[in-house]
């Protein structure tokens, strides 16, 4: 049985991976690591983890995503969106594993009007968009690597804007959010489900393994404004919302203001079908209201 093993197992996609991954439990073995279990910053500790393991794909699902603290703790940043990964890529490339590490939109400046390519050029304007990055070229040094970039992640796990907006609009009668900074929200769920369709058809001989950059994100395109109405549609907060511009919220780290992700490649190539990113939320949505999340 070919092995998968997964870090940051702990996070919003490792654990949608996690319970993805009970879909493939007949066809493949996981193996689920966080910092407790594999500190991917020690180079000695994931080369000896990746000889005794021998995983067939490496999922590397670890980052450090605090944005704005970045700005000051750059070197934070650096060691676990970038070093780390070059620790992962040359312990993958020495027992043949294929590499699969996730990136990240703000590797672009946000200054196009159309949405990204993989190979438009990257221009990164925040530490951890220079980390994740550098991150992005570590693995590239391996043909056996597979970057996906994605962007405005949320999921039912961790710490979201879909939760925080969850969150205030039971607190509060109105906010205010930007409506001058567009993307595309993207279910966890969906990327974690993208990544092992990706290895299932790989691991299945259905289709040839190919590395390089891909993007994944919902499909449609919004501006955070936008997603917060929508969120407080759907779980019924009677909270109001208002569009200001980014300069009424100013952050230690600049977000790009247009981060929208061109994903024919990965549609042509790996046969991967992407929801429109209302349909995901509404989804999630459902869930919650089902289970009654508390937030």
């Not at 650096?78 to 699969?100: D, P, Q, R, W």
């Not at 879909?162 to 959010?177: I, S």
């Not at 511009?245 to 990965?266: C, D, H, N, Q, W």
Request: net charge positive; hydrophobic share 40%; glycine share 8%.
């Amino acid at each position: 049985m070919q092995k998968i093993l997964v870090t940051g197992s702990n996070g919003q996609l490792g654990s949608e991976i996690k319970e993805a991954a009970q879909a493939y439990a007949s066809s493949l073995g996981f193996i689920f690591t966080d910092v407790a279990e594999l500190d991917i910053t020690n180079t000695e500790a994931v080369q000896a983890f990746f000889a005794k393991t021998k995983p067939t794909f490496a999922i590397n699902c670890a980052a450090y995503t605090a944005v704005d603290r970045a700005e000051a703790e750059e070197d934070a940043a650096e060691k676990i969106n970038h070093f780390a990964v070059a620790n992962l890529t040359k312990a993958s490339a020495a027992v043949g594993a294929y590499l699969i590490h996730v990136s990240t939109d703000y590797v672009f400046d946000g200054r196009k009007n159309t949405p990204y390519r993989e190979d438009d050029a990257t221009n990164p304007q925040s530490a951890y968009g220079r980390t994740k990055r550098r991150g992005e070229i570590a693995a590239l040094g391996y043909s056996g690597s597979l970057v996906i970039r994605t962007g405005w992640l949320y999921s039912k796990y961790g710490c979201n804007f879909v939760k925080t907006m969850l969150r205030l609009g039971a607190e509060k009668p109105q906010l205010g959010v930007v409506f001058d900074q567009v993307g595309t929200p993207t279910n966890a769920a969906d990327l974690a489900r993208c990544i092992l369709s990706i290895i299932g058809k790989v691991a299945a001989q259905e289709k040839e393994f190919v590395g390089g950059v891909f993007h994944f994100s919902s499909e449609g395109v919004c501006s955070w404004y936008d997603f917060a109405v929508q969120i407080m549609k759907l779980g019924k907060r009677h909270c109001k919302v208002l569009p200001i511009e980014s300069s009424a919220y100013p952050t230690p780290a600049p977000r790009p203001s247009y981060s929208v992700l061109g994903k024919e490649k990965i549609k042509n190539l790996y046969g991967v079908e992407i929801a429109h990113w209302t349909d995901s939320l509404e989804r999630l949505m459902r869930l919650f209201a089902k289970n009654s999340f508390a937030f």
